[in-house]
């Protein structure tokens, strides 16, 4: 429903801001680092996850596609709800959950707040493998972009070449 939203901050919370867009002020629940960044009056730009549950409904902000999209990832596993997943996002960074889930690296993942081994041990073995698919994919897009341009490099050259 909701996907991503600019505004002004109205006030900050111990773990959201109140962000004002055309006269409505909608809480959204954020990382610690950006609380740490938020001033009252300043501007932010959040990537949204709206969480529907029975009790209550809930605006989740990111910096990023890429955060918001781990989130969504991590909220798939079976005993992961939005408090962990904020917790490993906000201990570990997504670069590196994703590193974590590709190498298997369980412990790593058990560091974070409110993880423990058999939960780190859960979300490897159900991630693990999509995260390492999805790097090589993009690791595959990569290398055809790097041929790519080495290709248009050459024929430039060469062109420039002809051109003396």
């Known amino acids: 429903m909701y996907a991503y939203l600019s505004g002004k901050i109205a006030w900050v919370e111990e773990d959201a ?80 959950i994703r590193r974590a889930l590709v190498d298997g690296d369980e412990a790593f993942l058990a560091t974070a707040p409110g993880v423990g081994r058999r939960l780190a041990a859960r979300i490897v073995v159900e991630l693990g493998e999509r995260m390492a698919r999805d790097a090589g994919a993009a690791h595959d897009r990569s290398e055809e972009h790097t041929s790519e341009l080495q290709s248009q490099s050459t024929i430039s050259y060469a062109v420039f070449c002809l051109k003396k």
Not at 62 to 91: I, M
């Open 17 to 96: 801001l109140v962000v004002l867009r055309d006269g409505i002020g909608l809480r959204i629940r954020v990382l610690p680092q950006v609380i740490a960044d938020a001033r009252e009056g300043g501007e932010v730009e959040l990537y949204l996850h709206h969480l529907v549950r029975e009790d209550a409904e809930q605006l989740v902000g990111f910096r990023s596609r890429d955060q918001e999209r781990l989130f969504a990832t991590l909220l798939d596993v079976s005993g992961v709800g939005p408090k962990v997943a904020l917790a490993l996002l906000a201990a570990h960074g997504a670069d590196r």
